[in-house]
C-alpha cells in the first residue's frame, strides 16, 4: 500500500530517527517528484544498491519495510 504524499511528509517531518527519515527522504523523492534513484543515491551519498533494496522494501512491504531489522546473530560453535 502506497502513502500520499501528505502522508509521507508527515511521517517524515515527526520522525527522529535519522536512519528512517533518510529512507523516508528517498521514497519522497523518487516516489512523489520523479527523481531517478541514482540521483537520488547521488544526493543522499549513498550506493545506488542501498537505493534499490530500500525502495524494494517499500514496494514490497509499505512504509513498514522502511524500518531497520536486528541483525541476525551467529552462534560460533
Known amino acids: 500500500m502506497s502513502l500520499s504524499r501528505g502522508e509521507l511528509e508527515t511521517l517524515y517531518r515527526k520522525e527522529s ?3 528512517l527519515k533518510e529512507r523516508l ?3 519522497l ?3 512523489c517528484d520523479g527523481m531517478i534513484p ?3 543515491a547521488k544526493e543522499l551519498h549513498r550506493s545506488r544498491t542501498w537505493t534499490s533494496n530500500w525502495l524494494a522494501r517499500y514496494h514490497k512491504e509499505g512504509i513498514d519495510g522502511l524500518e531497520s531489522r536486528p541483525l541476525k546473530r ?3 560453535e
Open 17 to 19: 530517527r535519522a536512519g
Open 25 to 27: 527522504l528517498l521514497v
Open 29 to 31: 523523492k523518487v516516489e
Open 38 to 40: 541514482g540521483y537520488v
Open 74 to 76: 551467529l552462534l560460533l
